[in-house]
């Protein structure tokens, strides 16, 4: 069952947001087409529009997100009779080393697999379904090691601290339609179960600025951690360069069981305002209200604020720059304000090479068992060299070093300010 559900996502597609994919940049170009009809490709209207409006299609990111119109989609396209599809498939082999009393060192597989199926009706009607899996469950419930990162729980008994927890396999599955009222304005109704409410920044493993990079931000519980949610619903507008959305959606976080289907409760709330000035930048400002997000404190509700720019642009001669800034802010059930700052940056100076980097600082009231609030920072670099070993098939030779910054009472805890590094193999199919 597992290689069927895996073989449906890759065949099926969904092209991962991407900015250093030259072949495919809104258009048809680059298509395998397979043994697949071609149909009247070249007459299919809306085909390099956006999901949700018209906009180029490189504008749409995870879940109902933006970013930069200069970005592009990497993917497998192919023409199934009026159904366009795509997919792509990420699979890291990694190696994780992190120092310290606190720290541990582990072997692991990461990534997605994903695949989208979209059809036009008229030049008004969209409808797009999307399915995202992932191999993290089978790393097991404690996830890898990642100091100063906290969120959701181990095993269902235990706060998970110092570890980043794995997804679930099933990360996505949703289904959008749009509906264009003319040339600048539409609206857009998106379903997912699970899915992305509107919240936040586009998920890290999909940001043009870091999605290279195989380590999660220890930000993502402030930023982007409700990209996987049991019970999603998000109605939106666009205007032009605009979008406005609110999402009913279940506050609470994914359980221990990676398997399986949380109950959707549809018991929390959030709104999104985005905005798109130019074709480098993409700006989104959002507010959510969570209902019992922590399986260990049922009682406590949380309230979430976002503010994130992501920036691309070619650089005359030195390639391609990515580039985000990220700003939020928790408000948790106990009365703590938690803030957190994320900028991360890739670089591609030739087709095959990225370089990356990433900067965070955080509050955090969960690295000390008495629930003080504590700051700490962490800086990464690393680097990944591709090599081509096909048309649609490519490996990478990876690796990152981090900087952790700990002070106060963490510096006992962490005996000074510790290290970690990961080296990975990746293999791509897009």
Do not use: C
Not at 292 to 301: D, G, K, Y
Not at 326 to 345: F, I, M, S, Y
Not at 398 to 414: Q, R, S
């Amino acid at each position: 069952m597992r290689r069927v559900v895996l073989g449906f996502a890759v065949l099926v597609g969904f092209s991962a947001p991407s900015w250093a994919d030259e072949h495919d940049h809104g258009s048809m170009s680059g298509m395998d087409m397979g043994n697949m009809d071609m149909g009247q490709t070249s007459e299919m209207p809306g085909m390099g529009e956006g999901v949700l409006g018209s906009y180029p299609m490189t504008r749409d990111a995870s879940g109902t997100s933006w970013q930069p119109d200069a970005a592009t989609h990497e993917a497998i396209h192919a023409m199934a009779g009026d159904w366009m599809l795509m997919g792509h498939l990420r699979l890291d082999g990694i190696y994780d080393w992190q120092s310290g009393p606190r720290g541990d060192e582990m072997a692991f597989f990461a990534g997605m697999a994903m695949g989208m199926a979209r059809r036009d009706f008229g030049q008004a009607d969209t409808l797009q379904f999307r399915a995202m899996l992932s191999p993290d469950p089978f790393m097991g419930k404690r996830g890898y090691p990642l100091l100063l990162a906290t969120g959701e729980t181990a095993d269902g008994t235990t706060h998970l601290v110092d570890r980043q927890h794995p997804h679930d396999l099933f990360m996505e599955l949703s289904g959008t339609y749009a509906h264009r009222f003319d040339g600048e304005n539409s609206g857009f109704l998106y379903f997912g179960y699970p899915g992305e409410p509107a919240l936040g920044p586009t998920a890290f493993m999909h940001r043009a600025s870091g999605m290279d990079n195989p380590e999660a931000p220890i930000s993502h519980h402030w930023l982007d951690s409700t990209h996987i949610t049991f019970g999603v619903l998000t109605a939106g507008f666009v205007h032009d360069d605009w979008k406005l959305e609110v999402s009913r959606f279940t506050g609470r976080e994914p359980d221990q069981y990676r398997f399986n289907f949380d109950s959707a409760r549809f018991d929390s709330t959030s709104a999104r305002l985005s905005w798109n000035p130019d074709e480098h930048w993409s700006l989104q400002a959002s507010w959510g209200f969570l209902k019992s997000p922590e399986q260990l404190e049922p009682n406590e509700n949380e309230t979430r604020y976002s503010a994130s720019a992501t920036f691309i642009t070619p650089v005359e001669n030195l390639g391609t720059v990515a580039a985000t800034l990220a700003w939020g802010l928790k408000r948790t059930g106990h009365g703590d304000k938690l803030n957190a700052v994320l900028a991360e940056a890739e670089w591609k100076p030739a087709d095959l090479w990225t370089l990356f980097t990433r900067a965070e600082w955080e509050e955090n009231a969960e690295l000390l068992a008495g629930g003080e609030v504590t700051r700490a920072g962490k800086l990464s670099l690393g680097a990944i060299r591709d090599l081509k070993l096909a048309d649609h098939l490519k490996i990478g030779l990876g690796a990152l070093y981090d900087f952790d910054f700990v002070g106060g009472d963490l510096d006992t805890a962490y005996d000074g300010d510790p290290r970690g590094a990961m080296v990975f193999l990746r293999l791509v199919a897009e």
